[in-house]
C-alpha cells in the first residue's frame, strides 16, 4: 500500500502544481476526487491567505538557492514539526508549493514557443521535482498518518465535510485554523 500511496501522492501534487503552472486557459479535468478536492480546498486557502502565502513564498525563493525542492522538505518538516498533522496543514502545503511555483515560472519569463506548463518540466524547481518533494515526505515519512487518517479517501471525507460547510463561512475559518498554526511556523522560518 505504501508504494500506491506515494503514487496515488504524487498524481495528486503533480496535478495541482502544473494547475497552478498554467496560463488562464481552461483547465483539464481532475483526474480523480482527491485531486478535485484539493484543487478547490487549495485555492479556497490561497484566497483566504494570500498575502502571506505570496510573502512567504518571495521569502522563500530569496533563501532556498538553486534547489528549491530541499528547501520545500524542509518547510514541509516545519509545518508538522510539532507532530499535528492536519489535512489543514496538507492544504497548506499544497497551496505553498503552488505559490512558489508560480512565482518561479513569473521570474523565469515566458519561454517562446513553450506553454507554460512545459516550462518547468524538468530541473530543480519543476512541478515534477516539487511534486516527488510532496509525495515523497507525505507518501513516505508521513504515510503512518495518512493510512492513520485513510489515505486519500479521508481527504475526500475531509473535503465534502468542509464543502457542506462552505455556506457558513465562520465554519470553514475553524477548517484552516490548524492551518495557520502552520503559516505561523513556516512565516517564523522563513523570516528568521
Known sequence: MSCGLWKETLALAEDY????????????????????????????????????????????????????????RAVMEELAGDGHLNWGRVISIFTFAGVV????????????????????????????????TIADYLGEEKKDWLLENDGWDGFCKFSRSAREMSQDSSMKTALFAAAGVGLAGLTFLLVR
Open 17 to 72: 502544481l502544473s494547475l497552478c503552472c498554467k496560463s488562464p486557459r481552461p483547465a483539464p479535468s481532475p483526474p480523480s476526487e482527491s485531486a478535485a478536492a484539493m484543487r478547490r480546498l487549495a485555492r479556497d486557502m490561497e484566497k483566504q491567505h494570500q498575502a502571506r502565502f505570496h510573502a512567504l513564498a518571495q521569502a522563500f525563493l530569496r533563501q532556498c538557492g538553486p534547489d528549491p525542492c530541499t528547501s520545500l
Open 101 to 132: 511555483v508560480r512565482q518561479l515560472l513569473e521570474q523565469e519569463g515566458p519561454k517562446p514557443g513553450l506553454d507554460p506548463g512545459q516550462e518547468l518540466a524538468q530541473g530543480p524547481g519543476s512541478c515534477r521535482g516539487l511534486a516527488e
